[in-house]
């Protein structure tokens, strides 16, 4: 079945720091990719959705310019949080959406911000 | 009024019983409906999809939909202490916005020996 590799799996950064978070479709060509945050106890909340070789859209709420997004080709979509502080600690997924395959989400990114 | 609601729980159930889980949905131009199992710390796996009013059964789980209702539960049949975990109902939206899911805030259930 469809799989999307996200790294990396934790990650604990200083905060003013900037980290990247990777997700690449192993076996299909990922056309559209969702990126996720998740508080503990809480749902998915939808950040961004973007389609390979165009510009993410934002979420309401989500500022553009602190959560990078770049879907440059269709097996690779990368989100960097810049400039971290501790609030932006959170668990971040992302999902995959191609072809004939569903929704595949990505194993999480645990982000602590010290 | 929140766009998928699901009761938080926990709902708890003994081994061998069968667990419902209900989910209600406001955009009544929803086109795809989707449970989802997430073990904490973990992303979430599919578990059943559905697109069309009526049941649709796969092992241990079947999916209800009700679209007059706005109304998607899961029934999982002999439930197993494995299957304690958060469920969590998604839903896609109507045409332009289509694609998106957007999930309820999760039913955490416990199975108990």
């Known amino acids: 079945g469809a799989v999307v590799s996200q790294h990396p799996s934790r990650v604990i950064c200083k905060s003013g720091t900037s980290v990247k978070i990777e997700c690449r479709s192993l076996?299909?060509?990922?056309?559209?990719m969702f990126w996720y945050r998740q508080f503990p106890k809480k749902s998915l909340m939808l950040m961004a959705t973007?389609?390979?070789?165009?510009?993410?859209?934002?979420e309401q709420g989500v500022e553009k310019d602190k959560f990078l997004i770049n879907h440059a080709s269709l097996t690779l979509s990368t989100l960097t949080v810049t400039s971290a502080h501790p609030e932006d600690s959170s668990f971040y997924i992302c999902?995959?959406?191609?072809?004939?395959?569903?929704?595949?989400f990505g194993s999480g990114t645990r982000l602590t911000v010290v | 009024q929140k766009e998928v609601e699901q009761n938080s729980g926990p709902l708890s159930v003994p081994e061998g019983a069968i667990a419902s889980l209900n989910c209600t949905y406001s955009?009544?131009?929803?086109?795809?409906f989707f449970w989802y199992r997430q073990y904490s710390g973990k992303s979430p796996e599919l578990i059943m999809s559905?697109?069309?009013?009526g049941d649709k059964e796969d092992g241990r789980f079947t999916a209800q939909l009700n679209k007059a209702s706005q109304y998607v539960s899961l029934l999982i049949r002999d439930s197993q202490p494995s299957d304690s975990a958060t469920y969590l109902c998604?839903?896609?939206?109507?045409?332009?916005?289509?694609?998106?899911?957007?999930f309820g805030t999760g039913t955490r259930l416990q199975v108990t020996l």
């Open positions: 999902s995959a959406r191609g072809g004939s395959a569903g929704y595949t």
């Open positions: 076996d299909f060509q990922a056309t559209t």
């Open positions: 973007s389609n390979e070789g165009s510009k993410a859209t934002y």
């Open positions: 955009d009544r131009g929803s086109q795809s």
């Open positions: 559905i697109y069309s009013n």
């Open positions: 998604a839903v896609t939206g109507r045409t332009g916005t289509a694609s998106k899911l957007t």
